[in-house]
């Protein structure tokens, strides 16, 4: 894994090169004031100092609709155009948790051909950051992997080149990377682990909350959890707006609809869905989750206890979307015992 560095009167012209390899996107700020990650057509508007995005870098490789199948003059046609090249630049190692925990729900066998599509046409550069008060992440010991990560040095960036496409981005930017000297550049900081080739490989379990914590030996999580006096009390002041889940990294729920045209074809589209709204549990016949603690049990079953293949692996990367954005201030992390309890 080499290590590389960018001095920051650089960083300009290392953006440029980037852009050979995809539309670049990062942090920037909306016209609404929101911190969002869109495509950089002004450097000097990223927002390298950003403590997180609103919506996480998830919408890129899972849109918020998105066309499967359509048909039209008597046949079938596969939806989704090829997506372009994208490169991610200041991605918080927590995000890079996410996308990793997405790789191996997405690309597992057999994989969802749209996600593999997309996730092969980005590019991961990361970036380290300073903690707030919602952040309660456990740090990058053990860091997703990306294909260049910066960490912030004494005047400039150690960047790790991660996979074979790192290099190969570092090779076009020879011209503003130098090699790395850490006792002349500072004390380095704990790094992403390299990455074989230039394949998507799926990473490790997320870090933010151990194990152990949350599925103590053989017990039922379900029913550890279910009797928890705070459920009562979260469900009365849940608003059922979902934007907990909208703005978690790693939650993944989306709906098939069928949309007839007046032509005569259709088109289905996978479309983002919401398993703290009401309608998410409604089937033929009924309702299997119709009160709203039935849909927060659920979410907090599936984010920090796992979810089928990977029951027993929280997807919690400790990001604080969830904490900052809830308009009625409910902490999930209350309900989690104390570490050895």
């Not at 889940?245 to 098939?256: A, E, I």
Request: neutral net charge.
């Amino acid at each position: 894994m080499a290590t590389m560095f960018l001095k920051e009167s650089l960083l300009g012209e290392f953006l440029e090169t980037l852009r050979l390899f995809g539309e670049l996107a990062g942090p920037t700020l909306s016209v609404q004031g929101v911190t969002v990650l869109a495509p950089v057509t002004d450097p000097s508007l990223l927002l390298l100092d950003y403590k997180r995005t609103q919506i996480p870098p998830k919408k890129y490789l899972l849109p918020f609709r998105e066309k499967v199948i359509s048909f039209s003059k008597g046949g079938y046609h596969n939806g989704g155009d090829e997506p372009a090249r994208t490169v991610l630049f200041a991605i918080h190692p927590c995000d890079l948790e996410g996308i990793a925990y997405l790789d191996r729900v997405f690309l597992a066998d057999p994989a969802d051909p749209g996600y593999a599509r997309r996730r092969s046409g980005l590019t991961l550069v990361g970036i380290s950051c300073e903690p707030d008060d919602f952040c309660f992440c456990s740090g990058t010991g053990e860091a997703a992997p990306c294909d260049l990560f910066l960490n912030r040095a004494e005047g400039g960036f150690e960047v790790t080149l991660s996979t074979a496409r790192g290099e190969e981005i570092a090779a076009a930017a020879r011209g503003c990377l130098t090699a790395f000297d850490s006792a002349s550049k500072g004390k380095k900081s704990p790094l992403p682990p390299l990455r074989k080739g230039g394949d998507v490989v799926p990473a490790v379990r997320p870090q933010g909350l151990k194990r152990a914590t949350l599925v103590p030996g053989s017990v039922d999580p379900e029913l550890r959890f279910s009797g928890h006096p705070l459920w009562e009390e979260f469900a009365r002041r849940c608003v059922g707006c979902g934007a907990c889940s909208v703005c978690c990294p790693t939650c993944y729920c989306f709906d098939l609809r069928e949309y007839p045209e007046l032509t005569g074809g259709h088109r289905r589209m996978r479309e983002w869905d919401n398993c703290l709204f009401k309608n998410h549990g409604e089937v033929a016949g009924g309702n299997f989750r119709p009160e709203r603690l039935d849909r927060l049990r659920y979410r907090f079953l599936h984010k920090f206890c796992g979810f089928s293949p990977l029951e027993g692996m929280s997807s919690c990367v400790g990001c604080g979307r969830c904490r900052q954005f809830c308009p009625v201030d409910i902490d999930l992390r209350e309900l989690l015992p104390e570490e050895g309890s």
